[in-house]
């Protein structure tokens, strides 16, 4: 089942924050967020487990709910590198499958 | 090698024609998956590998489509008699383990446009 990002396209000015949203109507078993620039392959940023886990790397991080149907990515005090389209996929028996995508715009 | 492979980076062919795709996993690897992504974000599975073996090729429209991956050889994925439908960008990834909760490393894509 294919997971549900919202929304579905965001513009920030630089400095500011942003949360891409994936969901699902079942419990997943693991969330993987990407980031792919246009032409280029998706970049992975990381991969959650378990239900309520946190983690994050500079001034990205991300969140998986409790019931594991809900995994958030937070974007704070954006850079133009930010800029991108942001995928989360779920995998399911090895296989990943993408959300639909969150096209992420920062401006100067 | 430590970066996926592929090539070659852009593919043209007319419609009914062959397309022949390559990918070099990183070297340890013993995953391989093949994506297809269309109208610049969807992406569908194809097929996966566990070395020389089919793991899952729930997504491979079989009629037209293989894929091999044979020992000391990069992996491969041929379209036969291609569809304008078929134009997109072909992504390979690559992983240590099968298992859920492991990185994918993606190889940069071969754009294939079905003329």
């Known amino acids: 089942q294919q997971p549900v990002q919202s929304p579905q396209a965001v513009i920030l000015r630089e400095g500011e924050d942003a949360v891409i949203n994936c969901s699902s109507s079942?419990?997943?078993?693991?969330v993987h967020w990407y980031r792919q620039k246009h032409g280029e392959a998706p970049v992975f940023l990381m991969i959650?487990?378990?239900?309520?886990e946190q983690k994050g790397h500079d001034k990205i991080s991300a969140s998986f709910n409790e019931k594991k149907q809900q995994s958030s990515l937070y974007l704070t005090a954006s850079q133009l590198s930010y800029s991108g389209t942001y995928f989360c996929?779920?995998?399911?028996?090895?296989?990943?499958?993408f959300g639909q995508g969150t096209e992420l715009s920062v401006k100067p | 090698g430590e970066e996926v492979a592929q090539t070659p980076k852009h593919l043209v062919r007319g419609e009914g024609q062959k397309a022949k795709l390559y990918c070099a996993p990183i070297k340890g690897h013993s995953y391989v998956f093949w994506y297809q992504q269309v109208l610049k974000n969807e992406f569908k599975f194809l097929i996966s590998f566990q070395n020389e073996n089919v793991f899952d090729e729930t997504g491979m429209p079989k009629e037209r489509f293989s894929a091999k991956c044979l020992p000391n050889s990069p992996c491969s994925l041929e379209i036969q008699a291609t569809k304008l439908e078929d134009s997109a960008v072909y992504f390979c990834?690559?992983?240590?383990?099968?298992?859920?909760?492991?990185?994918?490393?993606f190889g940069p894509g071969t754009r294939l446009t079905v003329t």
């Open positions: 996929g779920t995998d399911q028996g090895g296989k990943l499958i």
């Open positions: 079942k419990a997943l078993y693991s």
């Open positions: 990834a690559s992983s240590p383990r099968g298992d859920p909760g492991y990185e994918q490393y």
């Open positions: 959650l487990l378990k239900g309520g």
